[in-house]
């Protein structure tokens, strides 16, 4: 058990040092992990109905493959 958490671990910290050189990481048949940057837009605070502004910020996306959204499609669908 430990090994997998220490796997996990170093993959996130491998992960982190790749994006912070504006560098995007694509694992074949998985997926591509990229920064992407977010301009300030309007917000609205729920309980009071309040604009508020959402601040710019960057942000980490990831598009699966399209082996990995076929892989997810064929076991979802086998549940049924």
Do not use: C, H
């Not at 671990?9 to 491998?14: P, Y």
């Not at 992990?33 to 508020?52: A, C």
Request: net charge positive.
């Amino acid at each position: 058990m430990r090994e997998g958490k220490d796997v996990v671990e170093i993959f996130f910290e491998s992960l982190r040092e790749v994006l912070g050189r504006g560098e995007s990481i694509k694992l074949s048949g998985f997926g591509k992990f990229e920064l992407r940057d977010k301009e300030q837009r309007p917000g609205r605070n729920p309980k009071t109905k309040e604009e508020i502004p959402i601040t710019a910020r960057r942000v980490v996306t990831f598009k699966p493959s399209q082996k990995l959204k076929a892989r997810v499609e064929n076991y979802a669908g086998s549940t049924e």
